[in-house]
C-alpha cells in the first residue's frame, strides 16, 4: 500500500516520494528487489537536489550495487549530500576518509 501512494507522488515529481520509491526497490519492500529501478528513483530525486537520493546513490556506488563499483562516485553523491546538509553523508565520508577510501572530507 505504502508503495502505491509514494509511487503516485513520485510520478507527479515529489523528490521525498522519488527517494522512498527508489529505497523500497533498493530493499525490496513492497515490491520486487530491482537495483536498476532503486537507480533511476535515486536519479530523479537527485536531480531535483534532494540530499537523501544523493546519500542513497553515494551507497550504490560504494556498494556497486546496480553501477559499477567506484569510490570516487560514491565520494562525488556523498560530498553532495553532505553539502546539502546530509548529516549521515558526512559521517560516512568521514569514516570513508579513515578507512583510506577516499582522502579527506
Known amino acids: 500500500m505504502a508503495f ?4 503516485k507522488a513520485a510520478i507527479q515529481e515529489f523528490a521525498g516520494a522519488q527517494t522512498n520509491v527508489g529505497h523500497l526497490y533498493f530493499l525490496g519492500q513492497g515490491v520486487k528487489q530491482d537495483d536498476a529501478l532503486a537507480l533511476s528513483w535515486f536519479n530523479k530525486a537527485a536531480a531535483l537536489g534532494e540530499h537523501v537520493a544523493e546519500r542513497n546513490l553515494g551507497l550504490m556506488y560504494y556498494l ?3 553501477v559499477e ?3 570516487s562516485r560514491a565520494a ?9 546538509g546530509d548529516e549521515p553523508a558526512k559521517k560516512a565520508m568521514e569514516e570513508m576518509a579513515g ?4 582522502s579527506g572530507t
Not at 578507512?99 to 577516499?102: A, E, L, Y
Open 76 to 84: 562525488e553523491w556523498l560530498r553532495k549530500a553532505a553539502d546539502n
Open 4 to 7: 502505491e501512494w509514494f509511487n
Open 99 to 102: 578507512m583510506g577510501i577516499i
Open 64 to 66: 556497486g550495487r546496480g
Open 69 to 71: 563499483q567506484s569510490n
